[in-house]
């Protein structure tokens, strides 16, 4: 027996990829609804060998539908979570709308999926951040070996993190550029292509972009609220793929040998770490895949405990839909029980 999933923003880059990855790993489904703006009403979509044509989400009832994946920012949220919980579907929202909301639970299932158990208090879980969501995969298996105290992170994070429109002004402004076109920046705050850009999100009054404090306040919730952050987020001309550089200090010794072991058996972590020319991965690399690939694991010398290592994963995938489907998967194992 399966569940009846509705997608929400089925049109959208990670509503497609939720599609696809609950396909690619067999979730049982026993009926799926495709749900989009009134604008996109009709437009196909693929789910495994499937067409699905595109349903209005403002006239949908979703009564009897067991989950609800939800992929359309945090305005649409605001209106149509609220909705489809009191309804009855336990909605998996990918927006930043209910992250920060103590009774709602955020959750990256190889992290803290006892977490899963306060969905009752509203029907409702939070997907992380995207940087966030492969850091703590990380993290994690490291804290519970020798405690972290703090980690300082510098991200390298693709367009793709910014939607088809970030996707789409690095491609055309590539293009232009080679034929003496002016790029004119548009989603982005200063020229993507050939460029970095040291802001993601608004700032706020401490300097920090809300980026920054995403990372920050969301790595306390998710893995212990103790652990002290401090966050550097940099927009990249990348396509797809999420980088980040992680120095981390730990209350306990904990030598790169074993931190290499620890993160080799851990779920979710694939260690690609050769001390050799091209012995790590790259964005390139991990797009389309579902790991979060851990390279350059290396002692730290200027502070005591520390190690640094590089962090690498397709964000639209574990940052985004991948994770929706495995808190689905959670979910099913743990508290609906009907597969």
Known sequence: MGYRVAVAGATGSVGREMLNILAERGFPVDEIAALASRRSLGTEVSFGDTTLKTKDIEEFDFSGWDIALFAIGSGPTKTYGPRAAIAGSVVIDNSSLYRYEPVIPQIVPEVNPDAIEQVKNRNIIANPNCSTAQMVVALKPLHD?????????????????????????????????????????????????????????????????KEEWKMVVETKKIVDTS????????????????????????????????????????????????REDGGYITPVECAGDYATFISRI??????????????????????????????????????????
Not at 179 to 206: C, H, L, R, S
Not at 230 to 251: K, L, Q, Y
Not at 315 to 333: F, P, S, T, W
């Open 145 to 209: 070996r020798a405690k972290i105290k703090r980690v300082v992170v510098s991200t390298y994070q693709s367009v793709s993190g910014a939607g088809k429109d970030g996707m789409d002004e690095l491609w055309n402004q590539t293009k232009g550029l080679f034929v003496t076109d002016e790029p004119t920046p548009n989603k982005f705050q200063k020229q993507i292509a050939f460029n970095v850009i040291p802001q993601i999100d608004v700032f706020m009054e401490d300097g920090s972009t």
């Open 227 to 274: 652990i002290k952050v401090s966050a550097t987020c940099v927009r990249v001309p990348v396509f797809v793929g999420h980088s980040e550089a992680v120095n981390i200090e730990f209350e306990e010794d904990l030598s790169a040998e074993e931190a290499r072991e620890i993160l080799r058996e851990a779920p979710g972590c694939l260690v690609v770490d050769k």
């Open 298 to 339: 290396r002692e730290d010398i200027t502070v005591e405990n520390g190690l640094s290592m590089w962090v690498v994963s397709d964000n639209l995938r574990k940052g985004a839909a991948l994770n929706a489907v495995q808190i689905a998967e959670l979910l099913g194992q743990r508290i609906l029980k009907k597969g």
